[in-house]
C-alpha cells in the first residue's frame, strides 16, 4: 500500500510563510497529478494547487500569486510554498496523487498536516 507523507505544516501568523512536504512511500507509475488540497472545518476539500506529469500548474482562485508548488512526479515528491498566509488559509491540507499502474487507476491521499494562521 503506498503512502503519502506530509510535513511542514504548524501555527504561524498572518503574512508569514510555510512550505510543505510530501513524498511517496514507494515509486509510482504513470502519475498523472501530483498537488494538494484543503479542508477547513465545516467546509468542503478544496484544490490548492496540482501539477502534471507534463509540468501544468493549476491553483486554486484564492492562492494564485501566493502559492506556489513544485515537485517531481519522477521521484513522486511535491512541495507547496505558501506566502503571505492568511488566517483563511487555517486548514488540514492533504497531499494527493494520482495516476494509472497495471492499466488500472489509482487515486492516493496523505494523512493530512495542520495548518493553522493567526490574525
Known amino acids: 500500500q503506498v503512502q503519502l507523507v506530509e510535513s511542514g505544516g504548524g501555527l504561524v501568523q498572518a503574512g508569514e510563510s510555510l512550505r510543505l512536504s510530501c513524498a511517496a512511500s514507494?515509486?509510482?507509475?504513470?502519475?498523472?497529478?501530483m498537488g494538494w488540497y484543503r479542508q477547513a472545518p465545516g467546509k468542503q476539500r478544496e484544490l490548492v494547487a496540482t501539477?502534471?506529469?507534463?509540468?501544468?500548474?493549476n491553483y486554486g482562485d484564492s492562492v494564485k500569486g501566493r502559492f506556489t508548488i513544485s515537485g517531481d512526479s519522477a521521484r513522486n515528491t511535491v512541495y507547496l510554498q505558501m506566502n503571505s498566509l492568511k488566517p483563511e488559509d487555517t486548514a488540514v491540507y492533504y497531499c494527493?496523487?494520482?495516476?494509472?499502474?497495471?492499466?488500472?487507476?489509482?487515486?492516493?491521499w496523505g494523512q493530512g498536516t495542520q495548518v493553522t494562521v493567526s490574525s
Open positions: 494527493n496523487a494520482n495516476g494509472l499502474a497495471v492499466g488500472l487507476p489509482y487515486n492516493y
Open positions: 514507494r515509486i509510482l507509475f504513470k502519475v498523472n497529478t
Open positions: 501539477f502534471t506529469s507534463g509540468g501544468t500548474t
